[in-house]
């Protein structure tokens, strides 16, 4: 794809010193990380692990990152290379896992056995996500047209903002506007949803 | 929902920079909001679930979920050394992005004509020792010509790659890359030549993630 990383300023950010921007393209990126980690590693209690791994890695090696992939793709890589490191030290010590190691202090005196599962598996947590999704659609099918068709062409097309503006026959500034109506209004239905718990952590 | 008009536009141009769509200035500013302002975070992330959830509807993970990983996530990051690319500043425009590219052809073309100079120096001392000290000793006898030539020739040799070395240390390297070494030298294993194995170590990591 010929198309600019739609990531590129935030990087761009990172390499300045910024590390703030590189939380932000963790919250972006850290569902779909954990996704794929999910698909190589039957373990779920080693996903997060892995996944924090990953983006530690990136983080060092972003120096180096010449921006000649997406930066998505470069991850992408560090992730399953991340997981293969992983599932390799597993096989050749397969007794301790990552979480063991990382040390949890406070249980030693806990049988190591009983993992309990990690949110991401309990039947709270499944609930939880599927209220999510089912709020998100109901909430484009409650959006406008042209707020459905702009941030459809740009969350599910990939469509740059001057794509979508040539396609809706619409100057850019109100591409650019509907695309952010669309999230407000998604996310005001989003929110009762997303802060369970107390909403000032982010 | 009372929205003030300028908190409504730093979110406009936060969503603008979650699509890519913002010029490095407006970035700047954006990220700078985004550290500063929770709401702002919070926006970040359910715009993101919102895309995934567009694209996949299994991406909608448990939101405590993904506070805590970030939140941990946070943690580790301040232990790390600030990263810093040796080539980028602040690229206000592209008049300055050129200018950036310039500077390296100005340095090398500086550097070619000093070794050029260091060369026809150090060749000329080579090939005739004996006569360059000879002829700062005008009107001396014989004797002492000749020891000035004997004494002439091992100082004219050093000095020879003297300025060479200069040339490697100073003048091929540019300011930025310069304070990239010394902000990374704890990665090095020596100080001395920090120059390599920072490079070194940075590659085993990266073709480690290709």
Request: with cysteine; glycine share 6%; aromatic share 6%.
């Amino acid at each position: 794809m010929n198309a600019p990383d739609v990531d590129a300023p935030l990087v761009e950010r990172v390499k300045q010193g910024d590390v703030k921007a590189f939380e932000m393209l963790v919250v972006k990126y850290q569902r779909r990380i954990e996704r794929l980690i999910g698909r190589m590693v039957r373990d779920v209690d080693l996903v997060p692990d892995i996944a924090q791994e990953t983006f530690i890695r990136a983080y060092r090696a972003l120096p180096q990152f010449r921006g000649d992939s997406a930066f998505y793709t470069w991850l992408y890589r560090i992730a399953v290379n991340t997981a293969k490191k992983s599932l390799m030290e597993l096989k050749r010590d397969p007794l301790v896992t990552e979480s063991a190691r990382a040390g949890r202090d406070e249980d030693d005196d806990n049988p190591r056995v009983e993992n309990e599962p990690s949110d991401a598996a309990t039947p709270d947590a499944v609930l939880a996500s599927k209220q999510i999704a089912s709020a998100v659609n109901f909430a484009v099918e409650a959006l406008s047209e042209d707020l459905r068709q702009a941030i459809t062409l740009r969350e599910i097309e990939g469509l740059s903002y001057e794509e979508i503006a040539e396609l809706m026959n619409c100057p850019i500034g109100t591409v650019r506007s509907r695309i952010f109506r669309a999230r407000e209004a998604i996310a005001a239905r989003l929110r009762p949803l997303l802060d369970t718990r107390e909403g000032d952590r982010w | 929902m009372a929205i003030d008009s300028v908190g409504d536009s730093a979110k406009e141009r936060l969503s603008a920079l979650a699509d890519g769509e913002l010029d490095p200035a407006g970035s700047t500013t954006s990220c700078a909001a985004w550290a500063r302002d929770a709401a702002l975070r919070a926006d970040w992330h359910a715009w993101h679930v919102i895309g995934d959830v567009l694209r996949s509807e299994d991406l909608a993970s448990n939101p405590g979920h993904d506070r805590d990983f970030c939140a941990k996530l946070r943690l580790r990051l301040q232990a790390e050394p600030v990263v810093l690319a040796p080539a980028p500043a602040i690229a206000k425009s592209a008049g300055a992005r050129f200018d950036r590219r310039a500077r390296p052809s100005r340095w090398t073309a500086a550097g070619a004509v000093a070794a050029g100079v260091v060369l026809v120096v150090g060749t000329f001392a080579v090939v005739r020792p004996g006569e360059w000290p000879a002829a700062q000793v005008a009107g001396g006898d014989a004797p002492v010509s000749i020891a000035a030539s004997t004494v002439g020739v091992s100082p004219a040799e050093e000095a020879a790659p003297q300025p060479v070395a200069i040339v490697d240390s100073k003048v091929f390297r540019d300011a930025q890359l310069e304070r990239y070494l010394e902000a990374h030298k704890q990665f090095a294993g020596t100080s001395a030549l920090g120059v390599p194995s920072a490079f070194l170590r940075s590659a085993t990591v990266d073709s480690a993630a290709r």
